[in-house]
T-cell receptor, first 117, second 115 residues
Framework: AQKITQTQPGMFVQEKEAVTLDCTYD???????LFWYKQPSSGEMIFLIY??????QNATEGRYSLNFQKARKSANLVISASQLGDSAMYFC??????????????FGKGTLLTVNP | DSGVTQTPKHLITATGQRVTLRCSPR?????VYWYQQSLDQGLQFLIQ???????AKGNILERFSAQQFPDLHSELNLSSLELGDSALYFC??????????????FGPGTRLTVL
């Protein structure tokens, strides 16, 4: 079974509008972390936002926020006021466990976001 | 700029050859991770080192090996290369001992093309 599922291969949004990118996850570990990364066409992976499984509030970083619904095992990324530079592939990733120093990430297949002017 | 450096940026080689990819982590980071990104497999974790020791192995082929040196830079060695090894190889680094919020920062990647 896939641990991270991103059901939207592609999304379109108008500049200045908000967009939500979906991510569901599967784990039986009570301690885990969820991450979103952005990959522009140039190829680099840029860290956007982190949500811990025990965090009481949804994470926010500037125009990025994470809509964390633990019971539904979803961690959707919300981008407010989209900009042309937001056009990129977006990956949701999970790290399971909190002990030791093994923090490998499991990635979803990504969502390609296109921002239209 | 994440602070993680990778060299070379591009690498073109032939089947059967051996290559070495190099990574320097961010200052202060003790953990180094290697990931492979390909069209068919997506982003896959290969291996992790923490302060010079191997900590976790993922879907890494026996033809691949890695190490982390005392100065914390890491090298990924790929041998007996096959066409299917063509991919973007990322190195990431993190502090590695700060608990759940430990964030991995990725280098720019090395694009390997095997002809």
């Amino acid at each position: 079974a896939q641990k991270i599922t991103q059901t939207q291969p592609g999304m379109f949004v108008q500049e200045k509008e908000a967009v939500t990118l979906d991510c569901t996850y599967d784990t039986s570990d009570p301690s885990y972390g969820l991450f979103w990364y952005k990959q522009p066409s140039s190829g680099e992976m840029i860290f956007l936002i982190y949500q811990g499984s025990y965090d009481q509030q949804n994470a926010t970083e500037g125009r990025y926020s994470l809509n964390f619904q633990k019971a539904r095992k979803s961690a959707n990324l919300v981008i407010s006021a989209s900009q042309l530079g937001d056009s990129a592939m977006y990956f949701c990733a999970m790290r399971e466990g909190s002990g030791g120093s093994n923090y490998k990430l499991t990635f979803g297949k990504g969502t390609l976001l296109t921002v239209n002017p | 700029d994440s602070g993680v450096t990778q060299t070379p940026k591009h690498l073109i080689t032939a089947t059967g050859q051996r290559v070495t990819l190099r990574c320097s982590p961010r200052s202060g980071d003790l953990s180094v991770y290697w990931y492979q990104q390909s069209l068919d497999q997506g982003l896959q974790f290969l291996i992790q080192y923490y302060n010079g020791e191997e900590r976790a192995k993922g879907n890494i082929l026996e033809r691949f090996s890695a190490q982390q040196f005392p100065d914390l830079h890491s090298e990924l060695n790929l041998s007996s290369l096959e066409l299917g090894d063509s991919a973007l190889y990322f190195c990431a680094s993190s502090v590695g001992n700060v608990g759940g919020a430990d964030t991995q920062y990725f280098g720019p990647g090395t694009r390997l093309t095997v002809l």
